[in-house]
T-cell receptor
Framework: AQTVTQSQPEMSVQEAETVTLSCTYDTSENNYYLFWYKQPPSRQMILVIRQEAYKQQNATENRFSVNFQKAAKSFSLKISDSQLGDTAMYFCAFMMRGGATNKLIFGTGTLLAVQP | DTEVTQTPKHLVMGMTNKKSLKCEQHMGHRAMYWYKQKAKKPPELMFVYSYEKLSINESVPSRFSPECPNSSLLNLHLHALQPEDSALYLC??????????????FGPGTRLTVL
């Protein structure tokens, strides 16, 4: 069975600085997807970034980038130039490719607070 | 239209009530999901519908009954709930049940309180 671990329950960063959220996962599969989802307080969960395991290049979306280390089973999220609107719960998630369905397996989340 | 809508936003019900949660998407997505989320916890998958057929039931108690009347609509019927069922219920959809077009789009949720 696949598991996803986020070892940082809470983090804080000053506005305009850079922060990295950690995520590790455990799987015996070779083909899968990894996601970071953001859930702001009392607001909708949205996808931040997605990585396909067979792609070596790290995914980037504007100020958000990942460091995907397949051998180490690590998938960290870097947020550059942090903004107050980045304050949210961040969930790392795993999805097997070619499984019976597109089932997301979530980590426990990291609550990020961006301080002014 | 690129969103998933859920009604109602808030629901308070007694343990003997029957109520329903509604989820709608008009993105042509063929997979829809129900999740339960407790405060400061990740979403827990409850049900998956693929092409309007129930494909996954994560051993959810029968007091929760899902229904997919058409490809755009997903309901969750609630009956004889317990106080521990109080949570945020999230609906999500994805373009396909399988394959690479698998980003799940989440609705804002229904905050359910069972008294």
């Amino acid at each position: 069975a696949q598991t996803v671990t986020q070892s940082q329950p809470e983090m804080s960063v000053q506005e305009a600085e850079t922060v990295t959220l950690s995520c590790t996962y455990d799987t015996s599969e070779n083909n899968y997807y990894l996601f970071w989802y953001k859930q702001p307080p009392s607001r909708q969960m949205i996808l931040v970034i997605r990585q396909e395991a067979y792609k070596q290049q790290n995914a980037t979306e504007n100020r958000f980038s990942v460091n995907f280390q397949k051998a180490a089973k690590s998938f960290s999220l870097k947020i550059s130039d942090s903004q107050l609107g980045d304050t949210a719960m961040y969930f790392c998630a795993f999805m097997m490719r070619g499984g019976a369905t597109n089932k997301l397996i979530f980590g426990t989340g990291t609550l990020l607070a961006v301080q002014p | 239209d690129t969103e998933v809508t859920q009604t109602p936003k808030h629901l308070v019900m007694g343990m003997t009530n029957k109520k329903s949660l509604k989820c709608e998407q008009h993105m042509g997505h063929r997979a829809m999901y129900w999740y339960k989320q407790k405060a400061k916890k990740p979403p827990e998958l409850m049900f998956v519908y693929s092409y309007e057929k129930l494909s996954i039931n994560e051993s959810v108690p029968s007091r929760f009954s899902p229904e997919c009347p058409n490809s755009s609509l997903l309901n969750l019927h609630l009956h004889a709930l317990q106080p521990e069922d109080s949570a945020l219920y999230l609906c999500a959809s994805s373009p396909e049940p399988l394959g690479p077009y698998n980003e799940q789009f989440f609705g804002p949720g229904t905050r359910l309180t069972v008294l």
